[in-house]
């Protein structure tokens, strides 16, 4: 059997546009023949479905120009670099900390961790979804800059390009949907439109309006290697244990959606101060990761943007010594997760009955979004 990582898959992506064979790009066979290719004299013996947003296949063609490995190595560094941003773009426009030391101790520590080396190691964009949170976060959070058209500009191109994953892009939208950020939306659907248009000159329009469809029949195909919903880190990885993929893929999305109504109503329903709305997005951020139809633990990078948003110290032992219990559990468990995660991937590798087994992390992070839920209800006040 020929282990195929998922930057394999966006390698693939991009020669396909490279080739000229875009109106096919959501052809299984055409895909499998690239990946043969690629592989040769290895092959994969089923289709390991490239079912990625429409102008992912245009934004990887460049990395698909040179060599595999190159690009590989190339990649790595972009998501060094975007996590790097990440913590420079918090430090500058929205700081907790008043050294750079501090907030880097946060940004770093989280990643390192399982999810970090997962996502590196299989080459996934979870760096990149991190970089698009922050952006949108920045611009969202520097609440006195909302009348500058350029920021909103910003912020809208980042929610947009969140899109590589759709269903996050709907939970990131909320906060700015709650608090009437009108322009910041209007440029976020006008940045999805040119996405789309640049996408349709290079794998046809049928693909891009047919994309839902197509998305919908390859994550619940089980001849597909393009989804393992039982190494899920989310509420879908919990469900596919007791049901088909089909019906807990439908469940899963009921879930997303009424969630994402639910917290839009929080949204409206707390007023609007710069503390409350980072303990808000902190809630968006992980809600989206556990009651998401799609999460996988290379996606989890996102809790070191939450984390930084509500952690009030680096020290564990001041952390320990705060006195309102929600915040300091919340802050514990944060200041943890990497010692966690380490101890999940002793487990995953030593322990066969537990290999890929979503349910710790799952309550894991479940008990991170009821903690941050409990603060958002008191509407506790944070420094």
């Not at 992980?286 to 290379?298: A, D, F, G, I, K």
């Not at 309550?363 to 903690?371: A, E, K, N, S, T």
Request: aromatic share 14%.
């Amino acid at each position: 059997m020929v282990y195929v990582s998922d930057f394999l898959r966006f390698y693939t992506a991009g020669q396909i546009v490279l080739h000229g064979q875009g109106l096919h790009a959501y052809d299984p066979q055409l895909q499998k023949s690239f990946m043969d290719l690629l592989i040769a004299p290895l092959h994969v013996s089923q289709v390991i479905y490239v079912m990625f947003v429409p102008f992912v296949f245009v934004l990887s063609a460049p990395l698909a120009m040179v060599p595999l490995q190159t690009a590989y190595l190339v990649w790595i560094a972009l998501s060094c670099l975007f996590i790097f941003a990440s913590a420079l773009l918090m430090h500058k426009f929205c700081p907790r900390f008043s050294k750079l030391s501090q907030t880097l101790t946060i940004f770093l520590g989280l990643f390192a961790t399982m999810a970090n080396l997962v996502c590196i190691e299989n080459g996934q964009i979870g760096a990149f979804s991190l970089l698009m949170s922050t952006g949108l976060t920045v611009v969202f959070l520097r609440l006195r800059e909302k009348t500058n058209w350029l920021f909103d500009l910003a912020g809208g191109a980042c929610l947009a390009l969140s899109s590589v994953k759709p269903h996050y892009a709907i939970f990131l939208a909320i906060p700015a949907l709650a608090r009437a950020r009108w322009r910041l939306l209007i440029f976020a659907a006008l940045s999805e439109v040119v996405l789309l248009t640049i996408a349709a000159q290079f794998i046809g329009w049928s693909n891009v309006f047919n994309y839902p469809h197509i998305v919908f029949e390859a994550d619940a195909n089980t001849t597909f290697g393009a989804a393992v919903p039982t190494h899920m880190v989310c509420i879908r990885g919990i469900l596919s244990f007791f049901m088909a993929d089909a019906l807990s893929l439908k469940i899963s999305m009921f879930v997303m959606l009424a969630t994402a109504a639910a917290l839009l109503w929080i949204w409206r329903k707390t007023p609007a101060s710069a503390p409350v709305d980072r303990l808000l997005f902190a809630l968006t951020l992980v809600t989206m990761l556990v009651l998401s139809p799609h999460t996988n633990l290379y996606d989890c990078l996102p809790l070191g943007l939450a984390a930084y948003l509500v952690l009030p110290s680096t020290s564990l032992s001041e952390l320990f010594a705060i006195e309102l219990k929600p915040l300091k559990w919340l802050s514990v468990s944060f200041a943890l997760y990497p010692l966690f995660t380490a101890l999940v991937y002793v487990i995953f590798e030593f322990v066969p009955a537990f290999e890929q087994n979503p349910l710790p992390l799952f309550l894991y992070h479940v008990g991170l979004m009821l903690l941050l839920l409990r603060l958002s209800a008191a509407r506790a006040p944070l420094t």
